[in-house]
C-alpha cells in the first residue's frame, strides 16, 4: 500500500477543486486542509474552468444539488476531462432517491470519471444491483460487496470505493480491502464527504488511481480508528473534533501499523 502518498500531499499541498453540499461543506473543507492538501470550493458556473485549471484534482459531491447546479457540476466535469485533471464523484443517496440515479447517470455518460466513492447502497444503484438503502446511509442488502464494486468499476470504467466497516475498492479486475476504520464515522454526518474529497488528494499526487484510492481510504480510516482508541466512549462531536486534529497529525508510519487490509 502506498501510504507515502500522504507525505507526497503534505509536500506539494495540491489544490483540490470541490462542488460540495451545504450540509457538509465546512467539514470538507477542512478534511482537505488538515490532510495537507488545499481546498476550494465554488457555486459559479462563470469561474469553472479558471477554477479547474488551477486545480490538481476535482471532486464533485452530489449530496444536494440544483438543476441548476447539475449544469454547473456537468460543466465541470468536462473541464476536468479536458483538462486531464483527477475526477471523482460522491453519488450521494443514489440508491435511496430516483431522480438522483437519473441524474447521477447522465452525468456517467457527460464526462469520464476517475474514482466514485460511494457506501453499499449508492454504489449497488449505479451498478444495476437490487439493494435497500436508506437515505444517505448504505442501508440493507444481501448482495456480495466485492462483487458489486467489481460491476460497478467495469459499468463506469474506474475506480470503485464502496466504504462501509470494511472499504472495498476495485478497478474492475482486482479487488482491494481496508478492514480499518471505526463505527463512530457513522455519528458524524458527511464523514464520506470528507473521504471523497480527501481521495481527491490522493489521486492528485499519484497517477494510479487505484493505489490513491486504496491510499486515501486506509489513512482516512485509521485516523478516525486512532481517534476512537483515544475517546473511549461514543462521543459524536468530540470525534470530529479530533478527526480533524488527527487527520492533520497522523504519520505514514502510523497508518503502516495500524493497517489491516486484503
Ligand atoms: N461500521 C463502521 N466501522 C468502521 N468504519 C466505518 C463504519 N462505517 C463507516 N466507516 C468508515 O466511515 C467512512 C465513511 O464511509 P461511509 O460508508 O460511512 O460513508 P457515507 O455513508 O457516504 O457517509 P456520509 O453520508 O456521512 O457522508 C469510511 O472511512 C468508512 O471506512
Ligand atoms: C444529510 C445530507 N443530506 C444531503 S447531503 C447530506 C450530507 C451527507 O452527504
Ligand atoms: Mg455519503
Redesign the pocket.
Known amino acids: 500500500m502506498q501510504i507515502e502518498l500522504l507525505d507526497q500531499i503534505r509536500a506539494q499541498n495540491p489544490i483540490v477543486f470541490n462542488i460540495s453540499n451545504f450540509v457538509?461543506v465546512q467539514d470538507v473543507a477542512n478534511g482537505i486542509n488538515s490532510i495537507g492538501a488545499s481546498p476550494i470550493m465554488s457555486e459559479e458556473i462563470a469561474e469553472s474552468e479558471e477554477m479547474v485549471a488551477i486545480s490538481s484534482a476535482v471532486a464533485l459531491n452530489l449530496g444536494a444539488f440544483t438543476t441548476a447546479q447539475v449544469a454547473h457540476i456537468k460543466r465541470v466535469g468536462q473541464l476536468a476531462n479536458q483538462y486531464k485533471k483527477p475526477l471523482v464523484i460522491?453519488p450521494?443517496a443514489v440508491g435511496a432517491i430516483k431522480f438522483r440515479l437519473d441524474v447521477a447517470e447522465q452525468l456517467l455518460t457527460d464526462f469520464q470519471v476517475d474514482i466514485i466513492r460511494?457506501?453499499?447502497g449508492?454504489i449497488a444503484a449505479l451498478a444495476g444491483v437490487d439493494w435497500q438503502a436508506k437515505g444517505?446511509?448504505?442501508g440493507e442488502g444481501s448482495g456480495d460487496l466485492d462483487a458489486i464494486a467489481k460491476a460497478c468499476a467495469l459499468k463506469q470504467h474506474c475506480v470503485v470505493i464502496l466504504?462501509?466497516?470494511?472499504?472495498v475498492i476495485s478497478d474492475g479486475k482486482t479487488v482491494a480491502k481496508?478492514k480499518?476504520?471505526?463505527?463512530l464515522?457513522?455519528l458524524?454526518?458527511?464523514?464520506?464527504?470528507?473521504?471523497s474529497s480527501i481521495v481527491g488528494a490522493f489521486a492528485a499526487v499519484s497517477d494510479n488511481y487505484f493505489e490513491a484510492a486504496k491510499a486515501a481510504?486506509a489513512v482516512?480510516?485509521v485516523a478516525?480508528q486512532l481517534v476512537a482508541e483515544e475517546l473511549g466512549g461514543e462521543l459524536p462531536g468530540t470525534f470530529s473534533v479530533k478527526l480533524m486534529d488527527k487527520l492533520h497529525l497522523v504519520t505514514r508510519q502510523q497508518v503502516e501499523e495500524k493497517l489491516r487490509e486484503a
Open positions: 457538509t460522491d450521494v460511494g457506501n453499499a449508492e444517505i446511509d448504505a466504504s462501509g466497516p470494511t472499504d481496508v480499518n476504520g471505526t463505527p464515522f457513522q458524524h454526518v458527511g464523514s464520506g464527504d470528507m473521504l481510504c482516512f480510516a478516525g
